[in-house]
């Protein structure tokens, strides 16, 4: 495990995964400084999930990409690239002249996701939910490099599961964890069409096949 560092936090009530782009609107002053020590010093900062008001252990760190816009009053749009997980081991009181927070981490270190047959069945599932419901996500999915984190946000986890999930160790949990997840989806999904079927009845003449009672 490397050594403990000091890194700059900005908490958000959302959940970043390693690998993910992410765009905000910067307004509040203690991050609109944040964005010009990005910009001067090349530094990087954590994302940190809250949850029901409260500052979760592990976050995302984060690189600003590109200030898509600057604002008169100082406001922007960035784009930032997310790295890579850390665990913080305490929050740290402002440091001088740095109006935004500060935190002791430690990094995890990065795993190399291994082949897992699991992959494969849980890109199955997801694309037959996809098809059912006809849609998809806004992000192509490639089946050769794919990784649990690519599913995320889009199997209908609340943030609460979400952040459970992203906190998981091994890339086989966090597919375990997707395909109940989507398993899930999909009997709620022939839930939904069953009702929408008997929604739609209008007094149709309703044939059955004779069945082993004959």
């Not at 203690?30 to 979760?56: A, H, S, W």
């Not at 998809?136 to 089946?143: A, E, L, S, V």
């Not at 597919?175 to 939904?192: P, S, Y």
Request: net charge negative.
């Amino acid at each position: 495990m490397a050594e403990p560092l000091i890194l700059p936090v900005f908490p958000l009530p959302i959940v970043v995964f390693p690998d993910e782009e992410v765009r905000l609107h910067i307004f509040e002053p203690r991050y609109k400084q944040l964005v010009i020590d990005c910009l001067e010093m090349k530094i990087t900062f954590g994302l940190m999930p809250i949850i029901e008001n409260r500052l979760m252990k592990i976050g995302t760190v984060v690189r600003l990409e590109s200030v898509e816009r600057f604002y008169d009053d100082g406001r922007s749009d960035i784009h930032l690239q997310s790295l890579d997980r850390f665990r913080m081991i305490r929050p740290i009181e402002n440091l001088p002249d740095k109006l935004y927070s500060f935190a002791e981490i430690e990094h995890w270190e990065k795993k190399i996701t291994s082949e897992h047959p699991l992959a494969a069945k849980v890109l199955s599932q997801f694309n037959e939910l996809c098809e059912i419901n006809k849609v998809r996500p806004f992000r192509k999915i490639d089946p050769l490099k794919f990784r649990s984190y690519d599913l995320g946000h889009f199997v209908g986890f609340n943030l609460q599961q979400e952040y459970a999930f992203f906190s998981l160790e091994t890339e086989v949990e966090r597919l375990e964890m997707l395909q109940l997840q989507i398993e899930f989806m999909l009997e709620q999904t022939k839930v939904r069409d069953h009702w929408l079927r008997q929604l739609h009845m209008n007094g149709e003449y309703r044939n059955f096949k004779p069945g082993e009672w004959k």
